[in-house]
């Protein structure tokens, strides 16, 4: 049982990848050099999800840097990150998916409060502002 009610997840987005347990972001970007992240994850972040990060080898660094926590996640190069995806959805009936849910909740919850906290703005309105010299 979850410590939420599924009313509370948010379903603006009407889209049933984000109402699942675990959601692979498909970045549009997948070099190590460059990391960008898209609508993808962060309406993955906000929905309570296992974000999965399919991009970037360094994509999890990068959100833990921001202040996001993604210990159920793996950085590695791209073709052995879809091997690790690959295996973890062949290896993992659904009871093994709410079991890690049920176990990452800590986790689940301080995303959630990262996602929305106004430091995060900060960053990025500093980030935009260093950049357009506003």
């Not at 972001?25 to 962060?42: A, C, N, R």
């Not at 793996?74 to 709410?98: E, G, Y």
């Given at each position: 049982?979850?410590?939420?009610a599924r009313?509370?997840?948010?379903?603006?987005?009407?889209?049933?990848?984000?109402?699942?347990v675990?959601?692979?972001?498909?970045?549009?970007?997948?070099?190590?050099?460059?990391?960008?992240?898209?609508?993808?994850?962060?309406?993955?972040?906000?929905?309570?999800?296992?974000?999965?990060?399919?991009?970037?080898r360094?994509a999890?660094?990068?959100?833990?840097?921001?202040?996001?926590?993604?210990?159920?996640?793996?950085?590695?190069?791209?073709?052995?990150?879809?091997?690790?995806?690959?295996?973890?959805?062949?290896?993992?009936?659904?009871?093994?998916?709410?079991?890690?849910?049920?176990?990452?909740?800590?986790?689940?919850?301080?995303?959630?409060?990262?996602?929305?906290s106004?430091?995060?703005?900060?960053?990025?309105?500093?980030?935009?502002?260093?950049?357009?010299?506003?």
């Amino acid at each position: 049982s979850l410590p939420y009610a599924r009313a509370d997840v948010d379903w603006s987005n009407r889209h049933p990848a984000y109402s699942a347990v675990y959601n692979i972001t498909g970045e549009s970007i997948s070099e190590d050099e460059q990391i960008f992240f898209t609508e993808k994850t962060w309406k993955s972040l906000r929905s309570r999800c296992l974000t999965i990060n399919l991009g970037s080898r360094y994509a999890n660094q990068y959100l833990q840097q921001l202040g996001f926590l993604t210990d159920h996640d793996l950085d590695l190069p791209l073709l052995d990150k879809i091997q690790w995806i690959r295996d973890l959805m062949q290896n993992t009936t659904l009871a093994d998916a709410f079991e890690a849910q049920a176990c990452y909740q800590d986790l689940i919850e301080h995303n959630i409060s990262r996602f929305y906290s106004s430091n995060l703005k900060k960053i990025f309105v500093n980030y935009l502002r260093d950049r357009l010299r506003i």
